[in-house]
Each structure stands twice: as C-alpha cells, then as structure tokens.
C-alpha cells in the first residue's frame, strides 16, 4: 500500500530552522516527481518545491534560497530544509508524489500529485 508519512513540524521563531522528513512506503521515490506543498488557514494550496527524478529541483519563489529539497534513495526519504523561516511560511506541509517529469512537475500543479501525506503543521511566530 503506498503511503507518505511527514514529520519535523512544530513551532520557531522568525529567521529559525526546521527540517521536514516524508518517509515513503510502496512508492518507490526514485520513480516519481516529488513535490512539497503548504496550505494556511483560508488559502489555497500551494506548491513550494519539487525534485525530479534526476535530482533536478525547483522552487517557489517565494522560498527561493531558504528551503532546500533533497532526497535520499536508499532511505526513500524526501527532505525540505527550511531556513530564514517567516511567519508567512506558517502553513500545513505536505508531501506528495506525481508521475510527472521535467516541466510538469516543476509546475507542481496539486491536481498532478495522486499520493500525499497527512501533513505537518509548521508555526513560525514573530
């Protein structure tokens, strides 16, 4: 059965650190477009960053240069090192997985990903 699971949530304080672990099972994630995504309180979701199968990434601009996606194969775990946090990136994260490639999953459209996790809740107060 396929299954997402994030962890690392909680709470900091503006300009601190939080790293986001999504740990999959039954997808192998090597085989997949893997994307993160945030939803606050009344917004849409939206995507923050995504990582191809090659490694390739892509951001938002709104966390260009403070969010770090990675993965480790062997773990088949999907990392987001998130620095220099503000108040705006408080948000529900999530994890999810597509069968896109190249442009379409830096375009990490959410109607694209068919698995996702549970979400993390991340607060960043000022």
């Known amino acids: 059965q396929e299954q997402l699971v994030e962890s690392g949530g909680g709470s900091v304080q503006a300009g601190g650190s939080l790293s986001l672990s999504c740990g999959a099972s039954?997808?192998?994630?090597?085989?997949?477009?893997m994307g993160w995504f945030r939803q606050a309180p009344g917004k849409e979701r939206e995507g923050v960053a995504s990582?191809?199968?090659?490694?390739?990434?892509s951001y938002a601009d709104s966390v260009k240069g403070r969010f770090t996606s990675s993965q480790d194969n062997s773990k088949n775990t999907l990392y987001l090192q998130m620095n220099r946090l503000k108040p705006k990136d408080t948000a529900l994260y999530y994890c999810?997985?597509?069968?896109?490639?190249?442009?379409?999953?830096?375009?990490?459209?959410?109607?694209?990903?068919?698995?996702w996790g549970q979400g993390t809740q991340v607060t960043v107060s000022s």
């Open positions: 999810a997985a597509s069968l896109f490639r190249g442009s379409y999953c830096y375009r990490r459209a959410p109607g694209g990903f068919g698995y």
């Open positions: 039954g997808l192998p994630l090597s085989n997949y477009c």
């Open positions: 990582i191809d199968r090659d490694g390739s990434t």
